[in-house]
């Protein structure tokens, strides 16, 4: 039993910046990868960024420079730092996490999704 919840969603003007977190939590013994997609309207879900359990990190080339994924294994957290936001940025985002649960089963869950608008 695990669950995936993503906060930090909103709107936002051109330019400017917005903060994600996404944690998992329950019956866990490690998680390997962790990202966010991102899926906007009319338009199949994409992948913005990954990061692995040694800290490794891959973007999309759409958000490169822009964005920064991080996260706390302490807390089961992973982050996702968004500046100079732009409005083909707005999107559902959902988080995911790699998980090995304490049965050692393992699997990807998913969190609900969030909403950012990015508009003036």
């Known amino acids: 039993q695990v669950q995936v919840v993503e906060s930090g969603g909103g709107l936002v003007q051109p330019g400017g910046s917005l903060g994600l977190s996404c944690a998992a939590s329950?019956?866990?013994?490690?998680?390997?990868?962790m990202g966010w997609y991102r899926q906007a309207p009319g338009k199949e879900r994409e992948l913005v960024a990954t990061?692995?359990?040694?800290?490794?990190?891959n973007y999309a080339d759409s958000v490169k420079g822009r964005f920064t994924i991080s996260r706390d294994n302490a807390k089961n957290t992973v982050y996702l730092q968004m500046n100079s936001l732009k409005p083909e940025d707005t999107a559902v985002y959902y988080c995911s996490a790699a998980v090995r649960e304490l049965t050692l089963y393992g699997r990807v869950y998913w969190g609900q999704g969030t909403q950012v608008t990015v508009s003036s």
């Open positions: 329950g019956s866990i013994f490690s998680i390997n990868t």
């Open positions: 990061i692995g359990s040694d800290g490794s990190t």
